[in-house]
C-alpha cells in the first residue's frame, strides 16, 4: 500500500487553509484580498518568479491558475506592478501536510505510511501528531486505493442479476 500513497507535492492544497507560520509577509498581504487557498496556488504555480500583473484581468498570467474573480481582484489591486512571487516551501509544506497529520491522529493512517508521503522520518511524525497543535483543526486525508489496470475486477460493484435456479430433469 506504502507505494499507492502520493508524495507531498501531489497532495491537494485544502480549501480551508489558513496563513499562519511560513508565510511572508506579501503572502499575509496577498490573503488580506483573496483566499489564502489561492494565494498558495498562485505561490506553487509561480513562486520565485517576477511576474507582471497587468490592468486587464484577461491577459493575466494568473488566468490559468485561479478563479476569473480572483484574477480580477488581483489586477484591480496589483495592476500594472511587477510581483515578486515568493517560494513559499514552508507554508505549502505545512499546507497539504495538515490532512496527513490529522490522518495520523484519527487513526486512518500509520505513521511509516504518513512519513513516506510527507517526506520525513517517523519521529517527526509522531512528533507533529502527538506534541504540537498543527493540523488540529484540518480534514482527515483518506488514502484511495489505486486501480491497477492490469488486474480485472473480480467483484463489480454493480451485481447482475442473479442466475436463475438449475432444476434438474
Given amino acids: 500500500m506504502a507505494d499507492d500513497l502520493p508524495r507531498l507535492a501531489d497532495l491537494p492544497i485544502p480549501d480551508d487553509v489558513k496563513p499562519g507560520r511560513g508565510w511572508s509577509p506579501f503572502m499575509l498581504e496577498m490573503a488580506a484580498h483573496i483566499r489564502p487557498k489561492h494565494v498558495l496556488m498562485l505561490v506553487d504555480r509561480f513562486g520565485g518568479q517576477d511576474v507582471y500583473v497587468p490592468i486587464a484581468?484577461?491577459?493575466?498570467?494568473?488566468?490559468?491558475?485561479?478563479?476569473?474573480?480572483?484574477?480580477?481582484?488581483?489586477?484591480?489591486?496589483?495592476?500594472?506592478?511587477?510581483?515578486?512571487?515568493?517560494?513559499?516551501?514552508e507554508a505549502l509544506a505545512r499546507a497539504?501536510?495538515?490532512?496527513?497529520?490529522?490522518?495520523?491522529?484519527?487513526?486512518?493512517?500509520?505513521?511509516?505510511?504518513?512519513?513516506r508521503m510527507i517526506g520525513s522520518n517517523r519521529r517527526y511524525v509522531a512528533h507533529l501528531a502527538n506534541?504540537?497543535?498543527?493540523?488540529?483543526?484540518?480534514?482527515?486525508?483518506?488514502?484511495?486505493?489505486?486501480?491497477?489496470?492490469?488486474?480485472?475486477?473480480?467483484?463489480p460493484d454493480a451485481s447482475p442479476e442473479p442466475p436463475a435456479p438449475v432444476h434438474p430433469d
Fill in 131 to 155: 506534541q504540537t497543535n498543527e493540523a488540529d483543526d484540518a480534514p482527515v486525508f483518506v488514502p484511495q486505493r489505486r486501480v491497477d489496470t492490469r488486474q480485472l475486477e473480480m467483484f
Fill in 57 to 89: 484581468p484577461e491577459r493575466s498570467p494568473f488566468i490559468d491558475v485561479l478563479p476569473s474573480e480572483t484574477v480580477a481582484t488581483l489586477a484591480r489591486v496589483y495592476g500594472r506592478e511587477k510581483l515578486e512571487i515568493p517560494t513559499g516551501r
Fill in 96 to 115: 497539504r501536510r495538515a490532512p496527513v497529520i490529522a490522518a495520523v491522529r484519527a487513526g486512518k493512517l500509520n505513521k511509516n505510511d504518513a512519513a
